[in-house]
């Protein structure tokens, strides 16, 4: 994002999506074909989980990697070489506090919190509906 104008900056970031993106929907196909019926941006919950197994209390997050944060180490050294380096790292800053402060209200609440990386979903889409599987038999036997 470097090389653009601050018209080709703008009308690439109204283009990011804050739900429907293409890797809840690649999670929520794979939820459902495996039988897991869920509900998709809870707003009355804290933090608008992008799906939700309200039977179990289950909050699943999908997080893209560069807006949340993923490897911040690394993408923070990145990012002080870039053009408004300040902006961006306040930006995944907060991201990354919010993120943080959802998860422990959510899970004080009573809910179970799962935050996918977007590669994740991608890569794996079974591996991420196993551990979801995993949580709900495991829930099963504590009832």
Request: net charge positive.
């Amino acid at each position: 994002m470097d090389d653009m104008t601050p018209v080709q900056r703008h009308r690439n970031m109204k283009r990011i999506r804050s739900k429907d993106t293409a890797i809840e929907v690649v999670l929520r196909k794979a939820l459902w074909h495996s039988g897991i019926r869920y509900r998709k941006n809870c707003k009355d919950l804290i933090g608008k989980p992008d799906i939700v197994i309200k039977k179990y209390r289950i909050a699943i997050f999908c997080d893209g990697e560069f807006f949340h944060g993923k490897n911040w180490n690394v993408l923070s050294q990145h990012l002080k070489n870039s053009n408004h380096s300040s902006y961006w790292l306040e930006k995944i800053r907060r991201n990354i506090k919010r993120d943080q402060e959802v998860t422990h209200t959510l899970e004080m609440d009573g809910w179970h919190v799962i935050r996918f990386w977007g590669q994740e979903i991608k890569k794996n889409p079974d591996a991420c509906v196993s551990e979801i599987k995993d949580l709900i038999h495991e829930l099963k036997h504590i009832d």
